[in-house]
């Protein structure tokens, strides 16, 4: 949609005000969800504090305290540690979901000005 847009833009030299206006509200939104699909891409890495599962708490750690920590802990401490996991992926996941809604939307409301934006610029 973008493409087609900045195609045509560089075709048409005699801009009116509406040909702008209606283009700009067309790619405002574009812009929008495009920055709304990198938030959801963009990788989370806080994790429970001092986990045993979580790559980043881990690697916070030497090999061999790591180690010795994950031998240490008892079956109800790594089973503490696995569900707070579970809730911080739940999380995350739906940060995610959150973000591509929101870049669906912002799609989606593009549509009908990006139409319009086609026709006169194309016209």
């Known amino acids: 949609m973008l493409g087609v847009v900045v195609a045509l833009m560089k075709t048409n030299s005699n801009w009116t005000i ?5 283009t700009s509200l067309c790619l405002i939104p574009l812009v929008v969800s495009i920055c709304f ?3 959801s891409i ?3 890495l806080s994790g429970p504090k001092g986990s045993n599962i979580f790559f980043g708490g881990i690697t916070k750690k030497s090999e061999e305290k790591f180690i010795e920590e994950l031998k240490g ?20 996941a739906d940060d995610k979901f959150r ?5 669906f939307i912002s799609s989606f ?4 000005f990006w139409l319009i ?4 610029l194309y016209v």
């Open 109 to 112: 409301v593009s549509v009908p």
């Open 117 to 120: 934006s086609i026709y006169l």
């Open 18 to 22: 509406c040909e702008g206006i209606l």
């Open 37 to 39: 699909l990198a938030l």
């Open 99 to 103: 973000f591509i809604k929101y870049a």
């Open 73 to 92: 802990e008892s079956d109800s401490e790594y089973e503490n540690d696995v569900l707070a996991q579970a809730y911080r992926n739940a999380e995350i």
């Open 42 to 44: 963009f990788p989370r």
